[in-house]
C-alpha cells in the first residue's frame, strides 16, 4: 500500500480541497485501484466533501457515521485504543470503515473512508499523557504513534493507496498521521507566511534548524529514526491558487521562486527527505478553482462531475464557465500525474 499524506501545518493553503479533487480524480483514473481516504482532521472536512458537501446533507450524513456503535470514524477507532494504548486490542478495521459513494454516488466507487470526528480533539490530552507514560522497556511514545499504523497493518491486502487528509498542526494525532505515512504532498499559497510554513514544516518532520540541540532529543525525527521507524518523504509541493496573486513581474512570483531555491539548497544538503533530486519533477502549479471550486464544494462534486453553466447555491445563482472548469481538472490532474 502507498501512503500519501495532505499536510502543512499553516492553515489556508487549500489543503484539504485539493486533497478531495486529488483523491476522487485519482480513483478516477485508476479505476483499478482500492483507495482508502483517512481524515485525520477534526474538523472532518474532506469527509464532509465526500459525503455531499454543504448543499446535499455532507455534515448529516457524516453525524450518522459516527453515530454507529461501533463509531464509524478515526476517532471511534482511537476510542478503543485509549484503554489499550500500548498493546493492540482486538478489533476489525473495517468496522471502521465506509463507502462515500453510497451516500454521494457521484464519488468513484473505489474510494472508502476513515471519517473524521472531532472527538479528536477530545481525545488529545489524553494521547499526549498516554505517550509520556514511564513504562520500563515500553517506548511508550512509539506504541502510541503506531496506532494507525496498527490500523493499517490488517488492511495491506484490502487497498492499494491511501491518502490522509492532515490537520493543520503538529498535534500528537497529527503525528500519528504523519508516521505512518510514506509520502508528504505540501500545499503552499504564493505569500511569504507559506515560505515561513514550508521551513517550519520541514523543521517539525525532520528536525531541521531547530533553534537549540535541547530539542533534538525530543524531535519526532529523532524519535522515529531511534525506533527504526522510516520518516514520510515529501513528495509534491502544490503551489496553489497562484492565477489569484501572479503577474509577470509579481511579489509573489519572487516567494514562489524563494520556495523553489530552499527546496534546491534541501535537496542538495537532505536528499534523503525527498522522494525527487530536481525541484521540477516535485512541484506543481495549481490555479485557483474559483466559482468552479466554489460550487464543486459546496455539492460535493469531482469537477469531473460538475456540469457547467448557471447554479443555484445557498439561494445564489452562479455560473460556472467550462473553460474554467477545463482549467480547474487540468491542474488537478498535473498533480495527479505526480502521485
Known amino acids: 500500500m502507498l501512503k500519501y499524506a495532505f499536510w502543512n501545518n499553516k492553515g489556508g493553503t487549500g489543503k484539504t480541497s485539493l486533497a478531495f479533487q486529488a483523491i476522487c480524480r485519482y480513483a478516477e483514473l485508476n479505476p483499478e485501484k482500492r483507495v482508502l481516504v483517512i481524515d485525520a482532521c477534526p474538523q472532518a472536512n474532506v469527509s464532509e466533501l465526500l459525503l455531499g458537501g454543504l448543499t446535499n446533507n455532507g455534515g448529516s450524513k457524516l453525524l450518522q457515521e459516527q453515530g454507529h456503535v461501533p463509531r464509524r470514524s478515526l476517532g471511534g477507532y482511537f476510542q478503543i485504543r485509549l484503554p489499550s494504548p500500548f498493546n493492540i486490542p482486538v478489533f476489525d478495521a473495517h468496522d471502521y470503515i465506509m463507502s462515500p459513494r453510497t451516500q454521494n454516488h457521484l464519488i468513484p466507487a473505489n474510494v472508502s473512508l476513515v471519517c473524521g470526528d472531532p472527538l479528536l480533539e477530545l481525545q488529545s490530552n489524553a494521547i499526549n499523557t498516554l505517550s509520556n507514560t514511564q513504562i520500563p522497556g515500553t517506548d511508550t511514545w512509539i506504541a502510541v504513534v503506531d496506532w494507525i499504523t496498527?490500523?493499517?497493518a490488517q488492511l495491506e491486502d484490502d487497498f492499494?493507496?491511501?491518502?490522509?487528509?492532515c490537520n493543520p498542526s503538529f498535534s500528537l494525532y497529527t503525528q500519528i498521521a504523519l508516521s505512518s505515512a510514506d509520502r508528504l504532498v505540501i500545499p503552499v499559497m504564493a505569500d511569504d507566511s507559506s515560505r515561513r510554513a514550508v521551513q517550519n514544516a520541514l523543521s517539525l518532520v525532520y528536525g531541521l534548524s531547530l533553534p537549540s540541540p535541547?530539542?533534538?532529543?525530543?524531535?519526532?525525527?529523532?524519535?522515529?529514526?531511534?525506533?527504526?521507524?522510516p520518516l514520510p518523504r515529501v513528495h509534491v509541493i502544490a503551489k496553489n491558487r497562484i492565477t489569484q496573486y501572479m503577474g509577470p513581474a509579481s511579489a509573489y512570483a519572487a516567494v514562489l521562486a524563494a520556495i523553489e531555491a530552499d527546496?534546491?539548497?534541501?535537496?542538495?544538503s537532505h536528499p534523503q527527505y525527498f522522494t525527487f533530486s530536481v525541484v521540477e519533477d516535485g512541484t506543481v502549479d495549481i490555479r485557483d478553482f474559483?466559482?468552479?471550486?466554489v460550487v464543486a464544494f459546496a455539492r460535493g462534486l469531482p469537477f469531473e462531475r460538475l456540469t457547467s453553466g448557471?447554479?443555484?447555491?445557498?439561494?445564489?445563482?452562479?455560473?460556472?464557465?467550462?473553460?474554467?472548469?477545463?482549467?480547474?481538472?487540468?491542474?488537478?490532474n498535473a498533480l495527479v500525474a505526480k502521485l
Open 310 to 332: 448557471k447554479q443555484t447555491i445557498g439561494g445564489h445563482r452562479v455560473a460556472v464557465k467550462e473553460e474554467y472548469r477545463q482549467n480547474a481538472i487540468k491542474s488537478v
Open 214 to 229: 535541547i530539542y533534538t532529543t525530543y524531535a519526532f525525527n529523532t524519535k522515529l529514526i531511534n525506533a527504526g521507524r
Open 160 to 165: 492499494d493507496t491511501l491518502f490522509i487528509d
Open 290 to 293: 474559483q466559482t468552479t471550486g
Open 263 to 268: 527546496i534546491s539548497r534541501l535537496l542538495v
Open 150 to 152: 496498527d490500523f493499517l
